[in-house]
């Protein structure tokens, strides 16, 4: 099974018709992204309107991650192996100050 490559969303979720969350990706999909169903409208505006206001520092992490990966990768540490050890690392960094369920 080939792994996919991660997406990068082309703008900030929003709710369809349906009351669904997603994003379009650069890759041209629509992407669900899942919150608790027992969310009700208002919140899920709420959220919605955060999201969007996190989206610039979104975009900034983003540029960040792909410069790291580009200056530690190479002949030793492929691309894709950098942005795995990335990930891995920062969830490791961070779960514990941000615990499931909280």
Known sequence: MQEESPVTPLAAPSLDDRGVLSYAGTDGRRYVVGLPTEIDEARMEQVMTTLRGGGDLF???????????????????????????????LETALEDRYPEGE
């Open 59 to 89: 975009l900034q992490i983003e540029a960040m991650c792909h410069r790291w990966i580009q200056q530690v990768s190479g002949p030793d540490l492929n691309q894709h192996d950098a942005l795995v050890l990335l990930l891995t690392t």
